[in-house]
C-alpha cells in the first residue's frame, strides 16, 4: 500500500513536472487594451528630486558604503509599507576587491518576492525581475541613473502596479478551491536588486558581478525538499528578466537569445500596442504619425527565432544565471553602432539626463509584460478616461 502510493505519487510528480516544462514555454495571456489603459502610471513618484521610488536612489551606493545602506533601506521600507504581502530577503556575502587590499568588502542583494498563499515554496516557479543597484567606485560622486538607479525603480512601479490585481486573482482562486494542477497556481514573482555589479577598477571575472556571483552559487546549493516541483531556489526562476542601461531616450533593444525570443516577442507586441494606443508618453505627438509608426525599441519583434544568435558579447549580472542554465530575457540598451547610451560610465549619467518620458514608459512596459505573465487580465481596476486625462495633463512634469 505505502509502496504504491508513493510510485502513484512519483508518477504524478512527474505528470506534473512534464505539464510544468510544457507550460514554462507558453505560460502567458494576453492582456487587453482596456487593461492595458487601465495600468497604473508612476507620475510624480519618478521625479527625478521629491520622487517617491526614484529619487532615494540617485545618489553614490557603492558597495559597503552609508549610500548603498541608504538605498537598501528605500527598497525595505517600499516593500514594506506599499507590498507588505511579499516575503523579504537578504543574501549577503563579502569580498576582496582590486582597491580594498585585504579588507573585505560587504555585498548585500535585496530579495523580494510573492508566491500565491497555498503554495509550497519549492513548488512556485518564479518571473523574476532584476537590476543592480550599487554605483561605481570611481569616478567619485558617480550616480549611475540609467545603470541602474532608474531600472530599480522602474520595477519598483511594476510591482505596485500588478499588486492589487494579484491579490484579487489569488483570493478568487482560493475561494474557489483549487485542485493543484492548474499550473497557474503556482506562478509566483520575484524582484532581485544585485549588489556589487561594477567593477572597482578594471571589468574582469573576478572584479565585477559581486553580487550576481554569490546569490547565483548559493542559490545553486539550495535545495527545496525532495519532492517539491523545483530542485533548487535557483531552478525557481522561469524567467530571469535583467533590466541595465534604460532610461535614455530611443533604446535599443535586441534579442540575445533564442530560447527566450518567444518572451522578447511578447513584450515587443505589448509595446507596439501601447504605442498604437498612445500610452508611450516618448512617442512624438499624434500629428507626426508616420514617424511614430517607425519607432521600435525592441527591434528584433519580427524577427524569427532562427535568426536570433546568442550575443555573449554583453557581461552583465545574468551571466552566472545563465551558466548555470536559467533562461535570461536580456533588455539592455546597445546598439552595434553607437554602443551603449553616451552617459554610460560617465559623470554625466545622472537623474537631469534621463528622459522621463522614456522612464516612464518603459515602467509601464514591464507592467504590462509582467500582467500578462500573471494572467492578471480582469483583474485590474479601470478606469481608462481618468487615466487617459491624467497621461496628457502631464506631458512637462518630468
Ligand atoms: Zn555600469
New binding site residues.
Partial sequence: MVVLSSSRHALWRCVFSLLLLVHSAVAYSVISDDTLRALPRPGDDFDIHTGKLLSPILIPRVPGTPGSTAVLNHFNDFFQTSLPDWKIEFQNSTSKTPVSGDKEVPFVNFIAYRDPPWASKGDVGRLTLVAHYDS?YSPEGFI?AI??AAPCAMIMHAMRSIDAALTKKWTEMGARGHSNLDLDEHTGIQVLFLDG??AFQTWTDTDSLYGARSLAETWEDSYHPVMSNFKTELSSITLFVLLD?LGAKSPTIRSHFPTTHWAYQNMGKLENRLRELGELRSAPPHEEKAKRNEIRWLVDVEASERHVTSRGGISDDHLPFMHRGVEILHLIDFNSGSGFPKV??TMEDTGENLDGPTVEDWSMLVTAFAAEWMELDGFFETTPSARSADLHSRKTEL
Wanted: hydrophobic share 20%; glycine share 12%.
Fill in positions: 561605481k549611475g545603470d541602474s555589479e561594477e542601461l554610460w560610465h
